[in-house]
């Protein structure tokens, strides 16, 4: 907030110029610091979808890697069972 009052005799010319300097820079210090809390605000909303992706990511891969051993250990079994089949098939020849 800004504010003046009414001084004794007025105000002379060079002095509302002054004034109206000041002004315009205190608008836009205004104006940048609303900026700066924007991108802070932008900033952190970021961080927490990083940090929400990351986890489901993280989850994700868990649950690829489970199913990756179960389709692995299948496999293998598979390929234990045929190798124990042909061994068999080998005897009774």
């Known amino acids: 907030m800004m504010a003046l009052a009414n001084r004794a005799g007025g105000y ?13 820079s205190f608008v836009e210090a205004m104006r940048r ?33 489970r199913i990756n051993r179960v389709f692995v250990d299948r496999e293998l079994k598979m390929r234990e069972l045929k190798a124990r089949i042909a061994e068999m098939e080998k005897r009774s020849s």
């Open 12 to 24: 002379t010319d060079e002095q509302r110029e002054d004034l109206e300097a000041l002004a315009v």
């Open 33 to 65: 610091n609303r900026a700066e809390e924007k991108v802070k605000n932008m900033y952190q909303e970021l961080e927490k979808r990083v940090v929400e992706r990351t986890e489901a990511l993280v989850a994700k891969t868990s649950e690829l890697e």
